[in-house]
């Protein structure tokens, strides 16, 4: 293909302004796929989309365009992912075409996360398109929006194409926009092959199947290539491009953009930004870049029923095969007993692994305190990354310990600015930058990761009543004065609630522990000390006082049934529940203790 009639792009919008949809229309508009497949079609990706969870690229496609000019260009649409713990495959991804489109929502606006990809775009230099979509609606504001465009972002909106991806106004101006303002791709086609590793998934039929974007030379069937990163070598099984069913091709010039399988074991063994070359012929160097995805944040999962521990390895092997940048080890908890030590990009990842153990795997799960990765510096000069309060050495041998912030870009209506701004302070957050845009703010806070872990999300959007968007990257380590806090119940120290704390945050955060703890656990036959400690001393103190009578006394004696029932119930909730020692403690304890009101 001439380099000339070929269009690379992206699509950057926050959540719910209408990626799919419109990527959907581009699609028909097309005749990618013909009318009557279309359903079809859409119903393979969505199959394609549960089982590739949450790295999902079924919207990337190759689609033919006969545009005005008569020519016809082959436009190349890589979907990116819309998550936040995914900046690094985002920015990669962008780095593989030269333009995007930026869509907004016209009755809404611009929202933190289009921000933040729109900035990554940019660094990527790329070209943008602005649409503003849903002119549909009555609610609809395109000439507000476009001037919050240009305040906000800075870029110019006074030719933004104005559509509807639901009824299909304006999608011609789009694929003309397209080819008309979006560059071409270069590079050289005699050059040594160089091209870039975009995104891989595992395919139930065809095993690891890896998109790539060429930047010079030719790839061909057959072919054995080098990956630059790993030094893994492989042979091409097979070469395709995405229309969007894959469709067998025999060679990706520069430019060009598609998919190849090597009979590659795990989506482990292929990493995105890796640079892919010839074995005989390589490149020089490897693209700019790279690095590897290093999770940041690590949780235990333990099965409820113990007797569930072999069928959790399985479901979280699955799942690792499919997402590289999950990790886990085993771990073995005093009070837990055998489970899974895993590390994830972020908070938002964890919680996608662990309602997919759940859901669908049907497996209870206890998910310990998240913590994040703690730079430990020794007395003795060495350095120990800790990944799990309970590995936390003796204070007296530390010199001092560092923990990684970020930077969190977060949009509001002015009328809940106050609250976000107190939110932010009390957790630690140092303002960067506060600017307005009409009737919303732009906040940027150096946060700590810890104090954002355990429910920033959802104090976030209950203070702003779900008007708020958030963003983040990570920003660095930092020294602070941070201590391990363990929590006693009836004496016994219960390790998956320990957690690392500011020390002037510590006895806030032990007291609202206990007094959760308090409500959490259900009261024994005896009285249940609720400590929270540092080190030997005990900064909080809950008692839970003993119950009086058992549950089935309240039934008059001839009413076997109903006690019978009772006691069932009883059953059910007790394997629910973990023994400390004498005291049983709910599933839920283990979450709603760490939230903080
Ligand atoms: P995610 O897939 O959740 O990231 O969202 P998205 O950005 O892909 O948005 P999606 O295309 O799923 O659209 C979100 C909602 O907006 C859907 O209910 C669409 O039907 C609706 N929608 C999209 N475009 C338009 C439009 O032009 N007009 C109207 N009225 N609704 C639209």
Redesign the pocket.
């Known amino acids: 293909t001439d380099l000339s009639h070929i269009r690379n792009f992206s699509i950057v919008?926050?959540?719910?302004?209408?990626?799919?949809?419109?990527?959907?229309r581009l699609i028909q508009l097309t005749g990618t796929v013909a009318e009557r497949d279309m359903k079809e079609q859409l119903l393979d990706a969505m199959d394609i989309e549960r089982e590739r969870g949450i790295t999902i690229k079924a919207n990337s496609v190759r689609i033919e365009y006969p545009a005005k000019d008569g020519r016809t260009y082959t436009l190349n649409l890589i979907d990116t992912p819309?998550h936040v713990d995914f900046a690094y495959e985002v920015s990669r991804s962008m780095r593989a075409v030269e333009g995007s489109l930026l869509?907004v929502?016209a009755t809404q606006g611009v929202e933190a996360q289009t921000l933040a990809n729109v900035y990554t775009a940019i660094d990527a230099d790329h070209e943008i398109v602005p649409v503003l979509?849903?002119?549909?609606?009555p609610a609809a504001e395109p000439e507000r929006i476009a001037e919050q465009i240009e305040d906000v972002i800075g870029i110019d909106a006074s030719d933004a194409c104005l559509?509807?991806?639901?009824?299909g106004?304006g999608i011609p101006d789009v694929l003309e926009a397209i080819v008309k303002r979006l560059p071409a791709p270069t590079g050289d086609r005699d050059a040594p092959l160089k091209a870039m590793l975009v995104d891989s998934w595992y395919d139930a039929y065809l095993g690891v199947v890896v998109m790539i974007r060429v930047m010079d030379g030719v790839i061909r069937k057959g072919d054995n290539i080098l990956m630059m990163q790993t030094g893994a070598r492989y042979g091409v099984d097979k070469l395709a491009v995405l229309r969007p069913k894959m469709t067998d091709i025999a060679e990706l010039g520069p430019g060009e953009i598609g998919v190849l399988t090597a009979s590659i074991k795990q989506v482990r063994d292929t990493r995105v930004g890796d640079t892919i070359t010839h074995q005989k012929k390589p490149c020089d160097k490897p693209l700019p870049g790279f690095k590897p995805s290093q999770p940041v944040v690590f949780c235990g999962l333990f099965p409820v029923d113990n007797a569930e521990f072999e069928d959790l390895r399985t479901a979280i092997e699955k799942l690792a095969l499919n997402d590289a940048s999950f990790t886990y080890e085993m771990e073995t908890s005093a009070a837990l007993g055998f489970g899974f030590r895993c590390g994830f990009l972020g908070l938002l990842h964890l919680e996608v692994i662990r309602d997919r153990i759940e859901r669908e795997y049907d497996i209870e799960l206890i998910t310990t305190a998240p913590s994040v990765v703690y730079k430990v510096h020794m007395r003795d000069g060495t350095e120990i990354e800790l990944h799990n309060p309970a590995d936390m050495p003796d204070p007296a041998t530390v010199d001092h310990i560092d923990e990684p912030r970020i930077k969190a870009t977060i949009m509001v209506p002015d009328e809940y600015l106050g609250d976000v701004l107190k939110l932010c302070q009390d957790r630690r957050g140092i303002q960067l930058d506060l600017t307005y845009a009409g009737a919303r703010a732009m906040a940027v806070y150096d946060l700590p990761l810890n104090e954002v872990v355990f429910d920033f999300y959802d104090r976030l959007k209950s203070v702003t009543k779900g008007y708020a968007s958030f963003d983040y990257q990570l920003y660095g380590y930092r020294t602070d004065n941070l201590v391990k806090m363990s929590v006693l119940v009836n004496e016994e120290p219960v390790d998956a609630l320990s957690m690392m704390v500011h020390r002037d945050r510590a006895e806030m955060r032990g007291r609202a522990m206990c007094e959760k703890l308090k409500e959490l656990i259900p009261r024994h036959m005896f009285k249940i000390p609720i400590q929270a400690a540092i080190g030997g001393r005990v900064i909080a103190r809950e008692t839970l006082s003993a119950m009086r009578k058992d549950v089935t006394a309240k039934c008059y004696g001839g009413d076997a049934t109903r006690k019978k029932k009772l006691l069932e119930k009883q059953k059910a909730g007790k394997k629910k529940m973990r023994q400390f020692g004498k005291v049983d403690i709910p599933q839920e304890a283990f979450i709603n203790a760490l939230k903080m009101d």
């Open positions: 919008a926050h959540i719910d302004h209408g990626k799919s949809t419109l990527a959907d819309g869509v929502d979509n849903k002119i549909d609606l559509i509807s991806a639901k009824t106004i």
